[in-house]
T-cell receptor
Framework: AQKVTQAQTEISVVEKEDVTLDCVYE???????LFWYKQPPSGELVFLIR??????QNEISGRYSWNFQKSTSSFNFTITASQVVDSAVYFC?????????????FGQGTILTVHP | EPEVTQTPSHQVTQMGQEVILRCVPI?????FYWYRQILGQKVEFLVS????????KSEIFDDQFSVERPDGSNFTLKIRSTKLEDSAMYFC???????????????FGPGTRLTVL
């Protein structure tokens, strides 16, 4: 069985601060995929990034960066110089490469509030 | 850019009534999904659908739920006799294929908020 843990329920920062959202996953599969989705107050789920288990390169996209560490089963997400528009719920999700037919297992989500 | 669409955006129903939530996945996609999110909680997998049949379902997806792809474009979730605890946001998602391709990502629709009174 797979599991995703986002230990931080809520994080509150002031604009321009850097913030890191933690994600720890569990799976016995050797091939798997990790995702981050953003859920703004309007409610939709916005895809941010996908990482394959065989690709441990960290990625940077503008103010966003992701740190994938297989050794600690973590896939953390950092927002640099946070902005009010970053306020949302962020979900980490896992998909295994076996016969799961693409099912995503989500973490509990982290509510990020960025104050002006 | 193609997107997944869902209708209605909000559905209010009385307990015991049947509801049908509709989704139009991205046109060349082959795998379809329904997820549920109870207010303030995490997103939970309900069911996956491929090649005109259910490929996987969760414990939540009991006999009260059914899915259908009636006409090659729509993908529907039916709840036969709604309960109060079915109140949630329901998300549809689709993916073109599973594997290592760069497009191998589930894109979600905007959701249907179901309120059962």
């Amino acid at each position: 069985a797979q599991k995703v843990t986002q230990a931080q329920t809520e994080i509150s920062v002031v604009e321009k601060e850097d913030v890191t959202l933690d994600c720890v996953y569990e799976t016995r599969d050797t091939t798997y995929y990790l995702f981050w989705y953003k859920q703004p107050p309007s409610g939709e789920l916005v895809f941010l990034i996908r990482r394959n288990s065989f690709d441990e390169q960290n990625e940077i996209s503008g103010r966003y960066s992701w740190n994938f560490q297989k050794s600690t089963s973590s896939f953390n997400f950092t927002i640099t110089a946070s902005q009010v528009v970053d306020s949302a719920v962020y979900f980490c999700a896992l998909r295994t490469g076996g016969t799961s037919y693409g099912k995503l297992t989500f973490g509990q989500g982290t509510i990020l509030t960025v104050h002006p | 850019e193609p997107e997944v669409t869902q209708t209605p955006s909000h559905q209010v129903t009385q307990m015991g009534q049947e509801v049908i939530l509709r989704c139009v996945p991205i046109s060349n996609h082959l795998y379809f999904y329904w997820y549920r999110q109870i207010l303030g909680q995490k997103v939970e997998f309900l069911v996956s659908f491929y090649n005109n049949e259910i490929s996987e379902k969760s414990e939540i997806f009991d006999d009260q739920f059914s899915v259908e792809r009636p006409d090659g474009s729509n993908f529907t979730l039916k709840i036969r006799s709604t309960k109060l605890e079915d109140s949630a946001m329901y998300f549809c998602a689709s993916i073109d294929r599973l594997g290592l391709a760069s497009t191998d990502t589930q894109y979600f629709g905007p959701g249907t908020r179901l309120t059962v009174l």
